[in-house]
């Protein structure tokens, strides 16, 4: 919005200075200081807001015991967070843009699902919330119908994505060379699985205090690097091309998405390290997880993904494990799933569970982004 209401000044003498706004890494930038920024400014205010209404979290009694000391701080602090990332995007990208909207989309619909459920939780005072079917029928419908537009529709999208769409992009594969392609249908179900997976998966992970959103702001922060390369065009060449990765330069405004999620991701971190003064809660980490998993399907990584996003990856598998394994035998894998919770039966001090999982996720981004000239 800023870009299209500033940057055509920028020919007016005395305002030359304003040029600078069409380049992408100083909107992302901006973004980034809007929505850091804006998190500092309104979360004091909002967490008193929270407190005044009663909107705390409902904990688990079978869970550890060093968490029952959490029942009653203030959630669905992700809200703000989600609120805060949208404006931000909002104002230093360029609203035009389809891939920019079709993230902003996803991100709002899944905060939207998951303000539902945390609104159950409070209103019940019970942690189950919607239930799984709903919540998953939601979700995989907002995803259709977003995706279903994106892979089948035509109007309005960008040329350089409707080149591409149906092509998969394989890491250690040179996306020019081996070009292989889905069938629109299956490559729109693969797209909404991905989305409400990595949806699902950092819901999963959003249980200790900071948890969740390090390696949230890991991940963006890889895939901001992914889009700008994508996108970018220096001096008539293609730097997704040099490096056989997909070239989709609409793409780029999707930097700007990624910083202010980044942005607002430390802004909520301050008031969010262990020991928490509020929880994100599913509006924030449903959101998230979607704006993640739109993420990996507009820049063509969604097989990445699973590399990039391996914590959340590691969380969700072993709750499927745990399940699985205990319906069909009666005995459990590990002593508490997610695995979060695993270590922190073995003994394992808050804090450190939560550093040691940052860190996995700053080593599988390097590797993610080392795949880059490996192909």
């Not at 869970?63 to 703000?80: F, V, Y």
């Not at 990208?93 to 939207?112: K, S």
């Not at 998966?201 to 889009?227: E, H």
Request: net charge neutral; hydrophobic share 55%.
């Amino acid at each position: 919005m800023i870009y299209y209401l500033l940057y055509p000044l920028h020919t007016i003498d005395g305002l030359s200075f304003l040029n600078v706004l069409r380049y992408i890494p100083f909107r992302a930038l901006c973004a980034t200081m809007t929505a850091l920024f804006l998190s500092f400014g309104l979360y004091p205010w909002f967490i008193k807001r929270l407190q005044q209404h009663q909107i705390g979290q409902v904990v688990r009694e079978c869970g550890p015991e060093t968490h029952l000391s959490k029942a009653g701080t203030p959630t669905m602090g992700g809200s703000l967070m989600l609120f805060v990332a949208l404006i931000s995007t909002a104002l230093w990208a360029a609203p035009d843009n389809i891939l920019v909207m079709v993230a902003m989309l996803i991100t709002a619909g899944y905060g939207v699902i998951g303000f539902i459920d945390d609104a159950a939780k409070v209103r019940k005072n019970d942690t189950g919330g919607l239930s799984a079917r709903y919540k998953l029928l939601l979700q995989f419908g907002l995803a259709f119908l977003v995706m279903g537009w994106l892979f089948l529709g035509e109007a309005g999208l960008p040329e350089d994505w409707l080149a591409i769409r149906y092509r998969l992009s394989l890491p250690f594969l040179a996306f020019d060379r081996y070009p292989i392609e889905l069938p629109p249908f299956v490559y729109l179900a693969f797209a909404a699985f991905v989305i409400v997976a990595t949806s699902n998966a950092v819901n999963l992970t959003d249980g200790l205090d900071g948890l969740a959103i390090g390696p949230v702001m890991i991940n963006a922060g890889t895939y901001a690097i992914l889009s700008y390369i994508g996108g970018v065009v220096f001096f008539g060449h293609s730097l997704a091309e040099y490096l056989h990765i997909p070239s989709i330069e609409s793409a780029g405004e999707l930097t700007i998405f990624c910083s202010a999620i980044i942005g607002v991701g430390f802004g909520f971190l301050w008031y969010n390290t262990y020991p928490a003064q509020v929880f994100m809660g599913d509006v924030g980490s449903l959101a998230l997880g979607g704006a993640l998993g739109s993420l990996a399907v507009l820049t063509k990584n969604e097989f990445l993904s699973v590399l990039l996003g391996g914590v959340f990856v590691v969380e969700a598998v072993s709750v499927i494990v745990q399940v699985s394994v205990f319906k069909l035998t009666g005995k459990r894998v590990f002593l508490m799933a997610p695995i979060h919770h695993h270590f922190e039966k073995k003994g394992w001090a808050e804090p450190k569970v939560i550093v040691r999982f940052w860190i996995i996720s700053i080593m599988l981004a390097i590797a993610s982004l080392a795949t880059l000239k490996l192909r």
